[in-house]
């Protein structure tokens, strides 16, 4: 009996420790274009949603669901550019895109050009586990989310005032048309909505979570309105996966924010954790050697948070700031906006 127990025993797979890192945008972000009270309520968003995370991992959630839960906080948030807060397009609309991908099966789910689904993420989710297919895009994905019961909004419900005033002043700097205020948006305000971040901030922003589980399993999503005063429904890298989003046990997990164009044609996210599974190297010069040498070498810019089944977390960026937190099992969580923080 004693043999057989210790047979079982060592049949058991280590313990793991639950570990997620997130990110809410890279780009412009300074700290002299941000007041302490803006900076605090980012501070204060980025731990809730981490802390929405944890709370699954902790009582031995999966990976898939930590992430899904810490974007959704973070598409609620007009803070971000995702749902609520999402930069419009050139025709004053929200165009919102999503990815999610399980690295313990590697099966993955993406959606572009939603305008009605509350949450883009959990409906990139729902292509993943209850369609055949891996991508969805416009009216259609919309229609599918409404058909597995996804809650549905007016585009409207959407609509901020500083993202507005954001498109109007661009437009009006590049002497290209304003479009007509959209249909159920609150009247103007009488006082100018104050600049509480550089212009620059979100012009390519995005939110993104990788997550480990006690199980040993990654996840990645990323979730975005993609870039301000965009045309002719353009798509970012955001869905695209192996470019802005991408999961395997067998390397890692990464999510994505930047210039999409660059990290499309670098297939960023597998790339990274192409070099960590094929030329050993660790996942932080995995994450370095893309963003600051490959991705450089094309003059783009951005950055990207990732991690692997054995607790490696990474972030790397060569923009001013990236709005960034991590969490380890048991450790303290850490949050960064500026590129001078660790």
Partial sequence: MATTLAVAAQAQPPARHWAIVLHGGAGVIERASMNPETEAAYRASLTQATQAAAKILDRGGSS?????AAIQILEDDPLFNAGRGAVFTAEGKNELDAAIMDGANLKAGAVAGVTRTRHPISLARAVMEKSPHVMLIGAGADA????????????????TERRWQSLVKQLQKEGRPIPPRPAGAPPPPLVPVAEIESP????????GVVALDREGNIAAGTSTGGTQAKRWGRVGDSPIIGAGTYASNQSCA??????????????????????VQYKGLTLQQAADQIIHKELESLHGDGGLIAITPDGQLAWSFNTPGMFRAKLTEGGKLQIGIYNDEP
């Avoid at 898939?64 to 899904?68: C, T």
């Fill in 200 to 207: 620059d901030a979100h012009k390519f922003g995005t939110v």
């Fill in 144 to 159: 599918f989310a409404a058909s597995v019961g996804l809650e549905q909004v007016d585009p409207s419900f959407f609509f």
């Fill in 254 to 275: 990464l999510s994505a924010t930047g210039t999409g164009e660059y990290f499309i044609r670098l297939t960023v996210a597998r790339e990274v954790c192409a070099l």
């Fill in 64 to 68: 898939v669901d930590a992430v899904e």
